[in-house]
C-alpha cells in the first residue's frame, strides 16, 4: 500500500523498541524505505535493551536510520 501510494518515507514510534519496534524498523529498511525513529516517542519494557536496541540505530544502522526528536520533527513539518 505504501509503495501504491509512492510513501518513501516512514515514521517510527512507539513501544517495545527492542521487539516490535525493531522488526518494523528493520523491515522498513530491507524495503529501502527512509527510516525515522522518533527517539522521544519509543520505550520498552526494560531499560537496558531499550538503550541497546537505540544504540544499535544509531551506531550500526546510522546510514539508513535517522533518529529525531519530536520537537525537531514537528518543527521541520511546519
Do not use: N, P, W
Not at 34 to 41: H, M, N
Not at 52 to 68: C, L, P, T
Amino acid at each position: 500500500m505504501l509503495q501504491q501510494d509512492r510513501i518513501d518515507t516512514v515514521v517510527m514510534t512507539g513501544g517495545e523498541t527492542d521487539v516490535c519496534l525493531l522488526a518494523a524498523i528493520m523491515g522498513a529498511v530491507d524495503l529501502g524505505y527512509r527510516v525515522i525513529v522518533v527517539s522521544d516517542a519509543v520505550c520498552s519494557s526494560t531499560d537496558d535493551t531499550h538503550d541497546a536496541a537505540m544504540e544499535m540505530y544509531a551506531k550500526r544502522f546510522g546510514q539508513q536510520i535517522e533518529m529525531v526528536e519530536t520537537d525537531a520533527l514537528i518543527a521541520a513539518l511546519a
